[in-house]
């Protein structure tokens, strides 16, 4: 997580909010990983998945790990983009791979890896729905 990532197939605009600030008026750290998870939530409806009708499906998408590196504080009113990609590794897991920027000067923020699986009816299994919606993500990916 030491360079700038290319390739990203998503991305969530935001503004920092007041109540997001911590005595010193930076971002909280613990408030960059509420950034990742929302993208990663706008990723998912942007590809047809929803995580209510997919629970009732008996199918639960879920974190397992996060990393994240933080690079340059944001700061209240400060624009800025979280970009995403996503890697299959082995059967079960996927990566997403997470960064912000600053904007308009797209200064690098935070790296983020974030590790997920499913469940299919409370078994970790691999959901041949998200399965297939993830891969067309990746197939259609010209960087990956």
């Known amino acids: ?3 700038k990532r290319t390739g990203y197939i998503f991305e ?13 008026g930076l ?4 408030v ?3 950034y990742l998870e929302h993208t990663r939530h ?8 929803n995580f209510a009708v997919m629970h009732y499906e008996g199918i639960d998408a879920f974190v397992t790990k996060v990393e994240i590196r933080y690079r340059y504080p944001l700061r209240s009113g400060d624009k800025f983009v979280c970009r995403l990609n996503i890697e299959k590794k082995g059967k079960l897991r996927y990566i997403f ?3 912000i920027y600053r904007l308009p000067d797209e200064k690098l923020i935070v790296q983020g890896v974030v590790t997920g699986t499913t469940t299919v009816n409370g078994r970790l299994s691999v ?4 399965d297939k ?3 067309e993500c990746i197939k259609n990916n010209p960087s990956a």
């Open 12 to 24: 969530e605009n935001f503004k920092v909010r007041d109540y997001e600030c911590d005595l010193q």
């Open 127 to 130: 959901s041949e729905k998200v």
């Open 1 to 3: 997580m030491n360079k």
């Open 42 to 49: 706008e990723f998912f409806k942007s590809i047809g998945l």
């Open 97 to 99: 791979y997470q960064d």
């Open 27 to 30: 971002v909280n750290n613990s």
């Open 133 to 135: 919606a993830f891969t």
């Open 32 to 34: 960059y990983q509420n």
